[in-house]
């Protein structure tokens, strides 16, 4: 018996440590070289290991070869999985889910169309190709690279709330998890908002990429529930609003949040499966567990994958200012059968005026402009401090007064002077649906 593949079973949960640490094999590694692959493995391996896995059919075993070993565990389906299938998994004894709803979860079996890998090491699978004009809510869940968590990225789609991209690993850092997202999103996807888990390691993260053009993608609200627990006010003039200001940035991830978040899985699970469209989500919660009324990973694993995803869940369910982003909940997915063309969300729009009240609606205006003015003041003055920042450091290069660190834009991307203005000048305009904002 193969008792590896019961999770429910010590050697099983000891196999599956194993594998978590090992780099996941990829056919793009023939065209890559031997001295590249290795530089790959290394950089998303924790043991140095490749997990290599083929199918009984990509080994040209026939129908046959399977139905006469299916015979020989008296055609058990547990077995079979087990035995033959090498899956590995786990029956409902500890898990928070069903054994039905487990063995559905098992039989998804997502395929990754295209990997891209980011700062030529960091393995991006894609499962639905990569549309720039989206606006992609991408969850970051924040590791330091040193313990056995893994810093996870969920690109979902905002139209379907499944998982287009998804990416891990168990030894990124900060520095490099900085250059990832602004490598994901210049070069993949233009208009994503980042919902980067709010702990020490993202703040950093997040604190770093305002100094960048990335700052209008990441996700900053004026919700406690989604920002922040903490009720301290601090009264010192400007420090108090830059306190404000940074707190405004990020998903804090408490225990308020946390169980709505777990609220959310529950939901998905039993009634929206065709939206785990990810071989890290459903492994991770594979291994989820009920301890004393707790839903958490089992001793020894993580759910680093599920909790990037959910971020991303949590803010589009419960985020007040997603139009200035350019998402409204229950849009249909362009250049689909059911796209309507902006129908609903103008539908939207005019259902909620009709049923304000006339103090809401001159509350509402008032807010309007009063956003609309501290976003242009805000944008203006982002411009003029980048553009003589530039010119600064143009000169600098010129004169060669200095060494000078690289940013994270410019580490990635050597721009040039003139287009880096260019790209400035064409920010983005906030919509008329940025005055649902906080409303």
């Not at 055609?75 to 039905?100: C, H, M, Y």
């Not at 985020?319 to 997915?333: A, C, S, T």
Request: glycine residues 6%; aromatic residues 10%; contains cysteine.
């Amino acid at each position: 018996m193969n008792i590896k593949g019961d999770l429910d079973s010590p050697a099983g949960q000891a196999a599956q440590e194993i594998l978590d640490r090992t780099c996941k094999w990829s056919e793009t590694y023939y065209d890559l070289g031997v001295e590249k692959t290795k530089e790959i493995i290394s950089a998303n391996s924790k043991n140095g290991i490749c997990y290599i896995e083929y199918s009984y059919k990509q080994l040209g075993l026939g129908e046959d070869w399977f139905i006469k070993l299916c015979s020989l565990v008296n055609g058990d389906p547990t077995a079979i999985k087990r035995e033959l299938l090498l899956q590995r998994i786990r029956g409902s004894k500890d898990s928070p889910f069903s054994e039905e709803d487990l063995m559905a979860l098992q039989e998804i079996k997502p395929t990754v169309i295209e990997e891209h890998y980011l700062l030529d090491l960091y393995q991006l699978n894609v499962y639905k190709k990569l549309n720039p004009k989206f606006p992609y809510l991408v969850g970051v869940d924040v590791a330091t690279g040193v313990n056995n968590d893994s810093t996870a990225v969920t690109v979902v789609n905002p139209y379907t709330l499944q998982i287009d991209a998804e990416f891990r690993s168990p030894i990124m850092g900060y520095p490099d998890l900085k250059r990832f997202l602004y490598q994901l999103v210049k070069k993949f996807i233009p208009r994503a908002v980042l919902c980067i888990e709010k702990n020490h390691g993202g703040d950093s993260v997040i604190q770093d990429l305002r100094e960048t053009i990335l700052n209008k993608n990441l996700y900053h609200s004026m919700s406690k529930e989604l920002v922040d627990d903490n009720t301290t006010k601090i009264t010192n003039g400007h420090i108090e609003r830059e306190v404000e200001r940074r707190r405004n940035f990020g998903v804090f991830t408490g225990s308020k949040s946390r169980s709505l978040m777990i609220d959310l899985l529950f939901l998905t699970v039993q009634e929206h499966k065709d939206r785990l469209t990810s071989h890290f989500v459903i492994d991770d919660i594979l291994k989820l567990v009920r301890k004393n009324g707790k839903v958490q990973a089992g001793a020894g694993k993580h759910d680093d994958s599920i909790m990037s995803y959910l971020i991303a869940l949590y803010v589009y369910t419960y985020g007040k200012n997603l139009n200035r982003w350019g998402i409204v909940k229950g849009m249909k997915e362009p250049g689909t059968e059911d796209d309507d063309h902006g129908a609903q969300e103008e539908d939207a729009y005019a259902y909620m005026m009709e049923n304000l009240s006339e103090e809401e609606q001159m509350f509402f205006q008032a807010q309007m402009m009063a956003n609309n003015s501290y976003e242009n003041y805000n944008r203006m003055m982002q411009r003029e401090s980048m553009y003589y920042a530039r010119q600064s450091e143009a000169m600098d290069r010129e004169m060669n007064a200095t060494t000078r660190v690289e940013d994270v834009e410019r580490e990635d991307f050597n721009y040039d002077f003139e287009k880096r203005k260019e790209e400035m000048s064409n920010s983005w305009v906030l919509n008329d649906f940025d005055s649902l904002n906080e409303w």
